[in-house]
């Protein structure tokens, strides 16, 4: 065993922790007679609670810092919050697809209701047209038939129609007819104009006929003169 070498102050202050003991020889007179009493030092106060990074926390074997308890609490807030906007998501993507297919079920609706209003405008259109074309064959029939019962007067017809016939009188082989006009009374020669383009195409001792070119006639019963 190598020698030590202990310098003089290090063996009064052992000898100094060791206390007086009588076993201990003391040639030399190095020990002390008395030691001044030991003053036990007042415990140190705990000082102030460190802040909750500084701490740790054992739980079944494993240490946790604040560091990591915070990581995991941002961790596990993170995910949630993944989750919550992931559902949201997911709820939004299918009310949109519900409304888009509300919207394509409305345009096809809106377009067959267009067509159909098409077609029943059409259809009325038509009905229109129809009554429209009824209403005027019904307007132009009465003039038709009103136009072919009673034929256009004739010039001086109705003038004419006023005149009695006399009688007839034959000078040889000419023949004169006797007419009383209502004022005056007047003799026609057989196929003479009487009056306008009436002609007297027909002379007897009891009728007479006056004719017009257009086709119509006027006949005459004889009366006695006056």
Known sequence: MPPRHISPQSFDDILSELGDDPAIPDPHG???????????TAPKSKGPNLPFVSQSFD????????????????????GALFFYFDFTRSDATKEISSLQNQLVTLKDELEFSQSEWASERDALYEAI????????????????QALQTKPAVIPHEVELRRWRY???TRMGVTEQAFFHTGK???MVQKQDLTLGEW?????EKELAVLTHPKGKSITFNSTPSE
């Open 129 to 144: 047209d129809e009554v429209e074309v009824s209403v005027h064959s019904l307007n132009i029939k009465p003039s038709i």
């Open 199 to 203: 002609r007297l195409t027909q002379a």
């Open 166 to 168: 006399l009688g007839i």
């Open 184 to 186: 005056t009374t007047r």
């Open 59 to 78: 739980l079944r074997g494993f240490n946790f810092t604040p560091i990591l308890l915070l990581g995991g609490i941002f961790l596990l807030c993170g």
């Open 30 to 40: 190095i020990r002390k007679t008395s030691s001044p009493p030991r003053v036990d």
